[in-house]
């Protein structure tokens, strides 16, 4: 799953009449949810600007899927202003959320809807975003806005092993590994940018999960990470009803 949003390029003298185009995909299913945002900003000589791959294996060398990637550019930039997220889901099936793992940008909704045999009452008590969902099956409750970033962890009060995360973040290209532990930002401007991994499995400390990457407007760029530590056997951190104040 990829995000990408183009940044302005700027030059001097003359300029010509521009126009702006925005596509936005979105795909659900049962064990993926592809969530796919482009926006791209063009004029008379286009913006500079490459693709981003990214790839993350373990110890051994094999992918590591659902780790979420950011990537920021370290100067400021002047950004096209972007239509409004579309609603993104966080489904409920055999005692479980799907996906465990989310990200979106500042801004987005999200509906949780219930397609489980039984009743669920989802929760957080993260900072950036604290609110409960009276239990409930099939019928669904209006979408949560998330309009703060950091994590977000999800608990059920009525099954205590159910965990998801939703991961709210500013940076303008965002996603998710794949299978094999790769994603591919396109349409990156050219430029340095920071990038950041995290996943609930990963067990590395976070300084070691950031990178500075280059973009060259002439070829792809690309980071791969090995991670140091084996993988956590339960995502951290986990969600705790004892923190929810009720």
């Known amino acids: 799953?990829?995000?990408s949003r183009s940044g302005d390029c700027g030059r001097s003298g003359e300029r010509s009449r521009f126009?702006?185009?925005f596509a936005l995909v979105t795909r659900f299913s049962a064990n993926r949810i592809t969530f796919v945002w482009l926006a791209a900003l063009a004029v008379a000589t286009a913006c500079p600007a490459s693709e981003l791959a990214i790839s993350v294996v373990d110890r051994s060398g094999r992918g590591v899927a659902d780790v979420v990637v950011t990537?920021?550019?370290?100067e400021q930039r002047a950004l096209p202003i972007l239509p409004r997220p579309a609603t993104a889901v966080m489904d409920q099936r055999n005692l479980a959320f799907v996906p465990r793992v989310l990200v979106v940008a500042v801004g987005t909704s999200v509906e949780f809807p219930n397609n489980d045999s039984v009743s669920h009452q989802v929760y957080s008590f993260s900072p950036a975003k604290k609110f409960q969902l009276p239990l409930y099956k099939g019928a669904r409750h209006p979408p949560v806005t998330f309009d703060q970033e950091g994590l977000v962890v999800l608990g059920c009060n009525i099954h205590d092993d159910m965990a998801g995360y939703i991961y709210v973040t500013s940076a303008p290209f965002?996603?998710?590994?794949d299978f094999a532990g790769a994603l591919r930002l396109p349409d990156v401007?050219?430029?340095?940018y920071r990038v950041t991994l995290w996943s609930p499995l990963i067990a590395d400390p976070p300084p070691s999960l950031i990178r500075t990457v280059h973009v060259d407007e002439q070829q792809a760029a690309g980071s791969r990470v090995q991670l140091e530590r084996d993988l956590r056997a339960r995502p951290e951190p986990r969600p705790r009803r004892s923190d929810w104040e009720y």
Request: charged content about 15%; glycine content about 16%; overall charge negative.
């Open 1 to 3: 799953m990829s995000h």
């Open 19 to 21: 126009e702006t185009g």
């Open 71 to 74: 990537a920021a550019p370290l």
């Open 174 to 177: 965002f996603g998710k590994t």
């Open 189 to 192: 401007p050219a430029g340095d």
